[in-house]
């Protein structure tokens, strides 16, 4: 949206073209703004009370979030940058909610991003930026949202409800790149998103932190004991999996591990050493709380993204750095440890003598002849929880599908999968071939952060659902935007000192 400057000229002669903005500028606002103010705080407090009186505590609810909501919307709407942030922070706190109201919060979750979508189209109508749709990446996710959303009309499909529930965390969602992409203009904007990036992970890491050492909170507890099948599939191997204030152990361990290669990433930039230090510590400090969340599938993340960090950045430092990193993962690997957290480590290297792999494996080759069959899938919530719920007559309902891309295959068929997996690769290609294009040090270790975040996600994706929970979804999509912005400001910068030479 363009600049534009409001001069309010206090002359007579000004004034006195309407003698109602004399009286209201001059009298009103000046001379009795304190007694307006004042009678104005009495009259809502008359109202407030007489309110409360005669409709009960419900109308002073909402009328208290009347009063909260509405400047709230209008911030999201004006203010892309306010409503990013409150976006990604409700995000985190989902779950936690949960736990003291009964309330929809993906819905709020859905009202906030539509409010940020109708903010885009204001400010992309008003300054004709029409082109970011016209880029791979944008085009690519696009065609993703849209067979997500004819999906409704799959004949396969035993519940419309499910498609409801379902295409809310995922394809939706990805709408966010587009609020994203556009809102991202300065580095300064970019290291507040990574600051409160680092800043969420470090609370998380902390509730990890009193979870594993100090116990669950009596609300935590009282979740698990009414859920027993949650707390039968949480203990593991004589210990009880953390999840932190997130969903689940899965969200938590992908947090985790995005969160140390965030900071081993930035790191790589030209800061000062004492912010190295404090990187590297954090780097540290998430991967080892990862380990509480007792999820496998983040383990072997650490390894296969250092090998796609030593091909991005191939030079005798990474090559120093990459045989420390495998001989210390060895380490832990093969050496004898009484710790539960390393015991469960070490499983993940081992799959084939894991029971749970090898059923997993047996299930999914079931599913194979309804693959080849649907090649536009069961359709989207058919299987999993949702399909329990809705379909539970349903063949395939009750197939726990674990992998992100085998639900994907099963939802949306061989099709859908084409389309995922093209935009996957479509993102970490344009991604790394950007990234060597950039030549600011600072900008270039912002790409190298988001490609090995989203390289993260994709890792994980292959064993679990990786990207389907919040905030995993909406920081997925931000660390693609992300991509895209950090390289189309550095062009902007080299644009602007070329001409100067």
């Not at 892309?80 to 979750?109: H, Q, R, W």
């Not at 480590?345 to 997993?360: I, N």
């Amino acid at each position: 949206m363009k600049n534009f400057t409001l001069n309010i000229d206090s002359s007579n002669d000004r004034l006195k073209k309407s003698f109602g903005k004399y009286l209201i500028a001059n009298l009103i606002f000046k001379k009795y703004s304190g007694w307006l103010i004042f009678v104005g705080f009495v009259i809502i407090s008359t109202l407030f009370a007489f309110g409360i009186s005669n409709f009960g505590i419900t109308f002073g609810i909402l009328s208290i979030l009347f009063l909260v909501g509405v400047p709230l919307i209008y911030f999201i709407i004006a203010k892309p940058k306010f409503g990013i942030l409150f976006y990604l922070t409700l995000a985190y706190f989902m779950a936690l909610v949960g736990y003291f109201v009964n309330f929809p919060i993906g819905t709020l979750m859905d009202a906030i991003l539509s409010l940020l979508v109708l903010g885009f189209f204001i400010q992309i109508k008003v300054n004709k930026e029409w082109f970011l749709f016209s880029k791979n990446i944008s085009i690519v996710i696009l065609v993703w949202v849209i067979y997500n959303l004819v999906q409704v009309f799959n004949p396969a499909a035993e519940s419309r409800l499910a498609w409801l529930y379902t295409i809310r965390t995922m394809a939706v969602v990805s709408i966010s790149y587009f609020v994203f992409n556009f809102s991202i203009r300065t580095k300064n904007f970019i290291k507040t998103l990574f600051k409160w990036w680092i800043i969420w992970s470090l609370i998380n890491a902390c509730y990890a932190l009193k979870q594993e050492y100090f116990g669950f909170f009596d609300f935590e507890q009282r979740v698990l004991d009414a859920n027993p099948n949650m707390a039968a599939r949480y203990f593991q191997g004589g210990h009880m999996r953390k999840f932190s204030m997130l969903t689940d152990p899965v969200t938590f361990a992908y947090n985790m591990v995005t969160a140390s290669f965030l900071c081993f990433a930035l790191m790589k930039g030209p800061i000062k050493i004492v912010k190295k230090i404090i990187l590297g510590f954090l780097s540290v400090l998430f991967l080892n709380v990862m380990l509480f969340s007792g999820t496998r599938a983040a383990y072997l993340i650490v390894p296969i993204i250092l090998i796609f960090y030593a091909f991005l950045t191939f030079n005798w430092k990474t090559l120093i750095f990459f045989g420390f990193a495998t001989f210390l993962i060895g380490f832990l690997i093969y050496t004898p440890s009484s710790n539960v957290n390393i015991i469960r480590f070490q499983s993940a290297f081992w799959p084939k003598h894991d029971a749970s792999y090898l059923l997993r494996e047996e299930n999914q080759a079931k599913m194979k002849p309804f693959i080849y069959s649907h090649p536009f899938g069961g359709g989207l919530g058919s299987i999993g929880e949702w399909g329990a719920r809705f379909s539970p007559n349903s063949n395939i309902a009750k197939f726990q599908p674990d992998s992100g891309y085998v639900r994907t295959t099963v939802e949306l068929g061989w099709i859908g999968l084409i389309i995922f997996s093209v935009m996957i690769l479509m993102i970490l290609i344009s991604g790394i071939k950007n990234h060597y294009k950039i030549r600011d040090p600072e900008l270039k270790s912002y790409s190298l952060a988001c490609l090995l975040i989203i390289a993260s996600w994709n890792v994980g994706n292959f064993a679990q659902q990786s990207i389907v929970q919040y905030p995993s979804n909406v920081l997925f999509f931000l660390s693609v935007a992300l991509m895209v912005a950090i390289y189309r400001i550095d062009q902007q910068q080299n644009l602007a000192v070329d001409e100067k030479c």
